[in-house]
């Protein structure tokens, strides 16, 4: 976790909602991911980003949308056209100098 | 394709025991492989790596690993299990980009 906040802990959304996760950090590192977590199915890579301005779709793409206008900053949104949103949603970060990714404490997503 | 194989969905072992957690590994050129645990609704945490170097690696809390290019394997292995090592650790290598590519992951169970 350290200098990887994800807000908030707990999300809910109604059916046809928008709703955003927010990943920040103070690490300076470049790179940003997002991933799904699902049990018993391991992370699924959904957006990542190596710098500022620019991103690139992961594994499962589809029905989610982020954005990286900042260095610390790289929002999740999940769309109305995810289905299945139900999952926790974890953001890593790593440096460009390194192999490792860091995790922040994750935002669970929750149906209503 | 870069990816890891966790074959075991769970391991259970008593407090004092040796743990053994199981990864294989497909990988083009040179593997970098990973491992994180886990702990109920938390981020990962980061646990060790190989990239290069000595086949044994040691990490934090007494864990260590063994990478065997023969087998293709890179399992994590604790002399000694604490009550406290239960939780679930996922193997990890990097591809292209940065990407990870994750097992399904493992739940390790140490009881008193």
């Known amino acids: 976790d350290g200098g990887i906040t994800q807000s908030p802990k707990y999300l809910f959304r109604k059916e046809g909602q928008n709703v955003t996760l927010s990943c920040e950090q103070n690490?300076?590192?470049?790179?940003m991911y997002w991933y799904r977590q699902d049990p018993g199915q391991g992370l699924r890579l959904i957006y990542y980003s190596q710098i500022v301005n620019d991103f690139q779709k992961g594994d499962i793409a589809e029905g989610y949308s982020v954005s990286r206008e900042k260095k610390e900053s790289f929002p999740l949104t999940v769309t109305s056209a995810q289905k299945n949103p139900t999952a926790f949603y974890l953001c890593?970060?790593?440096?460009?100098?390194?192999?490792?990714?860091?995790f922040g404490p994750g935002t669970r997503l929750l149906v209503l | 394709a870069q990816s890891v194989a966790q074959p075991e969905d769970q391991v259970n072992v008593a407090e004092g025991n040796p743990l053994t957690v199981k990864c294989t590994y497909s990988v083009s050129g040179n593997p970098y492989l990973f491992w994180y645990v886990q702990y109920p609704n938390r981020g990962l945490q980061f646990l060790l790596k190989y990239i290069t170097g000595d086949n044994l690696v040691k990490g934090s809390y007494g864990f260590e690993a063994e990478f065997n290019k023969s087998q293709t394997s890179f399992h994590l292995k604790k002399p000694s299990a604490l009550v406290s090592d239960s939780a679930l650790y996922f193997c990890a290598t990097r591809g292209g980009w940065g990407k990870f590519q994750f097992g399904a992951g493992t739940q390790v169970v140490v009881t008193p």
């Open positions: 890593a970060t790593k440096d460009r100098n390194e192999e490792t990714q860091y």
């Open positions: 690490l300076n590192h470049d790179a």
